[in-house]
């Protein structure tokens, strides 16, 4: 039964149980409407309350600035997961980018099309699986001579060809020069590689994926052009990726690049569902919003700012401390027992929310024999991801405090002997 066990998956991952109670009410029977929530229109008022709820929490745990003008930021709800924001972002930044060029130098195509061969820029920091797909889904729709690899993590001397650390950044090789530079991307925690930025990098244009640390702590909103995640891991149920995305980037403050010159420079014009001020013109309701993965994101975020009142500008400092702790939990639990647990990435860009460790040094049979016995105590979805092995404990916020000191105990006694 539900109740018996822990679940430590890593996307999708565990929701709070009193959320899916109420989804499945409302599943049935929305706001005593005798309609489930899935059966009403996206376009209703009770859909657009569920819009206008989760997208207030949202302002109110990050402390979104709200302004109209060029400083505030719209939120965004969009489908295609985290993986459709690798190309969103693409087809946005370097729309605006030629925009920008097409301002300086007028509407010269070829003069157009040889500043963007020699100078355009997409520069990718690559710390893990993720921030690598994303820097190739870039250089598949712009081509890789537009690719800036700023950092490979991989490449670190005392890496051996692995992810695992953030190189420093004065070995960094960004692109100076801000005209040049379309974005500045980086993915704020790995989740395959249990890595996670420490601080806010350096970067014009700054892009951040967040899918899975989204909502665990405070954000420099103010130092990002765009911010997406998809809603899995911390925040609901697959089906929504949400975009927090600076006004600057949108009409009216900024224009884009029309899909006839972006045709005529041999740039791809994204699909419409993807495209950031269509769906900021539209409130998130440009095509059929799934309203359902919003209300519980509403619910999840709810539960946030109730049980963390009011105590900064930033409402997520409550829940930002609790996965902190958390987190020290299983990691001094892996720490004092050296002998049987390996943390896989570096002491200085350990993840908090994707502990990622090796039993025995990557014996298999020790790690078979850790799985089966954390399985026999209810503690679920501990095995690594299938690209890298070994083990991974995701530690987002629906995961209890409880449900670590469980895992915690277990880590204890599988150590000891006496598991
Ligand atoms: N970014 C990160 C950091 C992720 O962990 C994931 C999925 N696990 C993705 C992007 C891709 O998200 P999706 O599966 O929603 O496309």
New binding site residues.
């Given amino acids: 039964a539900r109740g018996e066990v822990a679940y430590f998956g890593?996307?999708p991952a565990p929701l709070p149980t009193p959320v899916l109670e109420s989804a499945s009410r409302v599943l049935l029977n929305y706001n005593d409407s005798g309609i489930g929530i899935t059966e009403i229109s996206h376009r209703s008022p009770e859909a657009n309350a569920v819009l206008a709820h989760t997208k207030e929490s949202l302002r109110n745990l990050l402390d979104i600035p709200r302004s109209d003008g060029p400083d505030g930021y719209e939120i965004l709800f969009l489908q295609?997961?985290?993986?459709?924001e690798?190309s969103a972002v693409v087809y946005h930044m370097v729309s605006l980018w030629i925009a920008r060029q097409k301002q300086d130098l007028g509407e010269d195509v070829e003069r157009l099309r040889q500043t963007m061969q020699a100078e355009m820029k997409l520069d990718y920091l690559v710390t893990g699986s993720?921030s690598l797909?994303a820097s190739q889904e870039a250089a598949r729709l712009v081509g890789a001579e537009h690719i800036n690899v700023v950092t490979d993590a991989r490449k670190h001397s005392d890496s051996n060809g692995k992810f695992g650390r953030i190189p420093e950044q004065d070995t960094w090789n960004s692109t100076k020069e801000e005209k040049r530079c379309a974005l500045t991307y980086y993915?704020d925690?790995?989740?395959?590689d249990g890595v996670e930025f420490q601080s806010t990098p350096d970067g014009h244009n700054l892009v951040a994926?967040m899918?899975?640390n989204f909502l665990s702590r405070k954000v420099d909103v103010r130092k990002h052009a765009a911010i997406f995640?998809?809603a899995?891991?911390n925040i609901g149920t697959?089906g929504i990726?949400i975009a927090i995305v600076s006004n600057r980037l949108l009409p009216p403050h900024a224009s884009m690049a029309s899909p006839v010159l972006l045709r005529k420079l041999g740039l791809p014009v994204g699909p419409v569902v993807l495209d950031w001020p269509t769906i900021a013109k539209n409130d998130s309701l440009y095509n059929t919003l799934p309203i359902f993965d919003v209300w519980i994101a509403g619910r999840v975020m709810q539960r946030l700012l109730d049980k963390h009142p009011a105590s900064s500008s930033a409402r997520i400092a409550g829940q930002e401390a609790e996965s902190n702790k958390k987190a020290e939990m299983i990691y001094s639990a892996l720490d004092q027992n050296p002998q049987v647990y390996q943390v896989v990435p570096d002491k200085s860009v350990r993840s908090r929310m994707n502990i990622c460790f090796r039993v025995q040094g990557g014996d298999e049979s020790a790690e078979k024999k850790f799985l089966d016995g954390a399985k026999s105590k209810g503690l679920l979805g501990l095995k690594g991801h299938r690209s890298v092995g070994g083990m991974r404990i995701s530690n987002y916020n629906a995961v209890s405090v409880e449900s670590v000191q469980k895992l915690v105990q277990y880590l204890r006694e599988f150590a000891d002997g006496s598991a």
């Fill in positions: 890593a996307g295609g997961g985290g993986s459709g690798f993720w797909k993915c925690n790995e989740t395959v994926d899918s899975s995640g998809g899995q891991k697959t990726t």
